[in-house]
């Protein structure tokens, strides 16, 4: 399978673009110069209008196979937001049709937490597990958020032989961009400790990622850059600035 030549990516999609990381995204991906494809639930395409003109809507279902496979034809990379809303695979069955469907070679880039681990290496709070715990149980109550999907969907791309990046979140806030996030391949180190990334420089780093080779088959966990912890430190650690 050849791979992307990742200095000529031309057409990129947004899986779950009308999202608030999808359209910070697809104007990332807009501002470089792609084709942008995006797709999102029918009800949500009024959230893209002022997209209007400049990139293609596929409305749809994100776990819908078909539509994915339209969206993604032709596309060099695929930025997918994996949310775990719903309670029947809809993390797992997006990602599922990602991996199945996006060109050979393609670069294939999703989101998650901190929370998703790759190799059971992540050293966690109390207070973090505690509160994941938590978050999981309430969800299952109130059968609106399954959790074990988003780690289940995070399974199958780790196992996958695709050119894929999982970029872990911290906990987001709203705000100007200060610049790429830095990142380390495990929370607990202390490079991590603020836990907090701006929204639009977690799409920074996805849109990125489409371009690194460095990142491809990591799962980074990534942190503002200008939080103390960063700055204390970063020195110079997967600091892609
Ligand atoms: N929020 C945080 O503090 C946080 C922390 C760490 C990591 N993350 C990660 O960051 C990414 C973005 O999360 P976000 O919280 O910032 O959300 P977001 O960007 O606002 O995106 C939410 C997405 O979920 C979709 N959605 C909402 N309800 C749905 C439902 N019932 N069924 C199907 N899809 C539904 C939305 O689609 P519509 O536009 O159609 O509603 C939208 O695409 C995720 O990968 C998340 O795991 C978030």
């Not at 990602?95 to 996006?102: C, G, I, P």
């Not at 059971?120 to 509160?131: N, V």
């Not at 059968?143 to 906990?171: H, K, L, M, P, Y």
């Not at 103390?228 to 892609?240: R, V």
């Amino acid at each position: 399978m050849a791979p992307v030549n990742t200095e000529r990516v031309r057409k990129v999609c947004v899986v779950g673009a009308s999202g608030k990381l999808g359209r910070y995204m697809v104007r990332q991906a807009l501002e470089r110069g792609y084709e942008v494809v995006g797709v999102c639930r029918e009800r949500s395409v009024p959230k893209l209008a002022e997209f209007e003109g400049r990139m293609t809507v596929v409305p749809g279902p994100t776990n819908d196979p078909e539509v994915i496979r339209r969206a993604v034809a032709g596309c060099d990379g695929v930025l997918t937001v994996l949310v775990p809303w719903g309670v029947r695979q809809y993390a797992s069955g997006t990602a599922q049709s990602v991996l199945d469907h996006a060109r050979p070679g393609a670069r294939l880039v999703f989101s998650c937490g901190w929370h998703i681990t790759r190799d059971g290496k992540d050293s966690y709070s109390r207070m973090f597990l505690a509160l994941v715990w938590l978050a999981a149980r309430l969800a299952k109550l109130v059968r609106a958020v399954e959790i074990d999907d988003q780690v289940e969907a995070c399974r199958r791309v780790f196992a996958s032989d695709t050119r894929w990046t999982v970029v872990r979140g911290s906990n987001l806030e709203e705000g100007e961009s200060q610049g790429l996030p830095v990142w380390s391949r495990h929370v607990g180190d202390p490079v991590l400790a603020s836990n907090l990334t701006r929204r639009v420089d977690f799409a920074l780093f996805m849109v990125e990622a489409l371009t690194d080779d460095t990142l491809v088959r990591e799962a980074p966990a990534i942190v503002g850059r200008l939080t103390p912890s960063a700055l204390a430190h970063s020195g110079g650690l997967h600091d892609h600035a």
